[in-house]
């Protein structure tokens, strides 16, 4: 996948470190950019995935206090892999903490993919503290959307390949779940590799040359635990929760041809939130930082920085 030369140059972070946010999670988080920047909180997809250098290079240095984060379980978090005490209130909770931590009073929210779902759940949660909203491929943690995603019709040629590696037909979700959780290595090894080639299909990449190391096993595991529990959120919470949080600046980025994240379900979360910002890209796919998708996340990011106005 190319990554857009629009970006801003790489940096590394000023600061960083762990915090400790209960039930024997520790979350990894970094700021770079300027300490006296317009605060922006990245969150990153899966969910599983966890923070890279790469994504910090969406945020302009001079402007931005920008603050990334390893969800639990995820990344650089520890334990890796942990799914104990690990929900989407549980993260919800995690960005409080982080946000008081830190000693910022509000914030701006960016999100793709599962972050968009984490991001609007956090934003409906504590409205207040949220000055403004950038999603992007929208997902609303839905059994429809997670059932559409593993089905034979979604990816016809690598379906069989994923059937193949966890042993056959029936919910391959469940069946995922208990080969990654069985202790046995090869097993685990095995269902973590086709999962993710699965995914890479998605996204137009080519099979892994290698097993996946613990940090891909960990992404799996989370993934598998969050898509198996519907993203722990109640039917249409998401789509309910809009009045909450209907006139905090937002905008919605979406490609028009993201097999991971389907246009549709964007078009009808902005059906419901007219006042958000529509931006589809009749190109993009579903990766962040690929050409297009990356200068439109930019410009949604400079809408909506210059809308927001501080503590709501």
């Not at 520790?26 to 969150?43: A, D, N, R, T």
Request: glycine residues 12%; charged residues 20%.
């Amino acid at each position: 996948m190319s990554v857009f030369d629009g970006l801003f140059p790489a940096c590394e972070p000023y600061r960083s470190g762990y915090l400790a946010v209960g039930e024997g999670h520790e979350v990894y988080w970094e700021e770079c950019g300027s300490p006296l920047g317009k605060p922006v909180v990245f969150l990153h997809g899966g969910p599983g995935s966890g923070c890279n250098g790469a994504q910090r290079r969406l945020f302009d240095p001079a402007r931005y206090r920008a603050i990334l984060f390893d969800q639990r379980g995820c990344g650089r978090s520890r334990p890796l892999g942990e799914t104990l005490a690990n929900t989407t209130d549980r993260l919800i909770g995690d960005l409080e903490k982080l946000r008081s931590w830190l000693d910022i009073p509000a914030w701006l929210v960016f999100g793709g993919s599962w972050g968009s779902t984490l991001g609007l759940a956090y934003a409906q949660a504590h409205p207040d503290v949220v000055s403004g909203l950038v999603l992007r491929g929208i997902f609303l943690g839905s059994r429809e959307e997670i059932m559409r995603y593993l089905s034979p019709s979604a990816r016809p040629s690598a379906w069989p390949a994923l059937e193949k590696a966890l042993g056959g037909k029936g919910d391959l979700l469940e069946t995922c779940y208990h080969a990654i959780e069985s202790g046995h290595g090869e097993r685990s090894i095995t269902a973590a590799t086709a999962w993710l080639n699965y995914e890479r299909d998605f996204m137009g990449e080519a099979p892994l040359c290698d097993p996946p190391d613990s940090t891909g096993l960990a992404k799996v595991r989370v993934q598998v635990h969050y898509l198996r529990h519907d993203c722990f959120l109640a039917p249409g919470a998401l789509l309910r929760g809009i009045e909450r949080i209907r006139r905090i600046p937002a905008a919605l980025v979406q490609g028009l041809a993201d097999a991971v994240c389907p246009p549709a379900v964007g078009e009808r979360l902005h059906d419901i939130w007219p006042e958000a910002r529509w931006l589809p890209i009749s190109e993009g796919g579903h990766g962040g930082l690929s050409p297009t998708i990356a200068a439109a996340t930019l410009d949604a990011l400079e809408w909506v920085a210059s809308s927001a106005t501080g503590p709501r």
